[in-house]
């Protein structure tokens, strides 16, 4: 199946869709950028995928960096989006585009720490668990349907530094799972509220 991938950053997850992508039966099309200094964007590189920048400041609107973004897709044909650590809120134009083919992985468990910093904000809260959600995209942010959730325990030694690597292991193993179950055509988003893994609401 063909896909893109959107990053704005050091793009651990991208590797790991990269070192998996023919198992798990996957054609990384382009990977696409709102940074031009986004190391991931070398990892595509060294891999031979072709890179696409999309600088914001050259848009005066959400509305029209999300149509210019939404034409270097379709011009791809890509069956799935994939964001991996892609840091701009994409606007409802764009949700609606494509909607159902968006996949999202936000390290958290949601609907606990929607946003940012995250890892912060668990030991903050005293959190004595932490982890990782893949989730469909819908036009409220990070509150698509979750797909799937894997757990950390935070030990009181841990830092943002521990517990973020710790949350990027899991992170690694289970995004390439359900883009699998997507490639497989076994994933479908029936709602804005609802998701399906073989037929069966998850
Ligand atoms: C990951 O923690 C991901 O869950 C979040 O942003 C981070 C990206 O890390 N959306 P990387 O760029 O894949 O290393």
Same mark, same amino acid.
């Given at each position: 199946m063909k896909a893109v991938i959107l990053i704005s950053g050091n793009g651990s997850n991208l590797q790991s869709i990269i070192d998996?992508?023919?198992?798990?039966?996957?054609?990384?099309?382009?990977?696409?950028?709102?940074?031009?200094?986004?190391f991931g964007l070398k990892r595509a590189v060294s891999s031979k995928i072709q890179t696409s920048i999309i600088d914001p400041?050259?848009?005066?609107?959400?509305?029209?960096?999300?149509?210019?973004?939404?034409?270097?897709?379709?011009?791809?044909?890509?069956?799935?989006?994939?964001?991996?650590? @892609?840091?701009?809120?994409?606007?409802p134009l764009f949700?609606?585009?494509?909607?159902?083919?968006?996949?999202?992985?936000?390290?958290?468990?949601?609907p606990r720490f929607p946003g940012l910093n995250t890892h912060q904000k668990a030991i903050d809260a005293s959190e004595k668990t932490h982890g990782v959600t893949v989730h469909f995209v819908t036009k409220e942010l990070d509150a698509g349907p979750i797909i799937i959730q894997e757990t950390v325990s935070i030990e009181s030694s841990d830092t943002v530094k521990t517990l973020s690597d710790k949350v990027l292991k899991r992170e690694h193993v289970? @995004?390439?799972?359900?883009?699998?179950? @997507?490639?497989?055509?076994r994933l479908k988003l029936v709602n804005d509220l609802t998701a399906t893994l073989d037929g069966k609401i998850i």
């Open positions: 998996n992508a023919d198992r798990i039966d996957l054609q990384i099309c382009c990977v696409i950028s709102n940074n031009k200094n986004a400041e050259l848009f005066n609107s959400k509305e029209a960096f999300d149509r210019e973004l939404i034409s270097i897709i379709n011009q791809h044909g890509v069956a799935l989006i994939i964001l991996a650590g @892609y840091m701009r809120v994409l606007t949700v609606s585009h494509f909607f159902g083919k968006i996949l999202n992985i936000h390290p958290s468990l949601l289970i @995004y390439s799972k359900v883009i699998h179950w @997507y490639t497989q055509r």
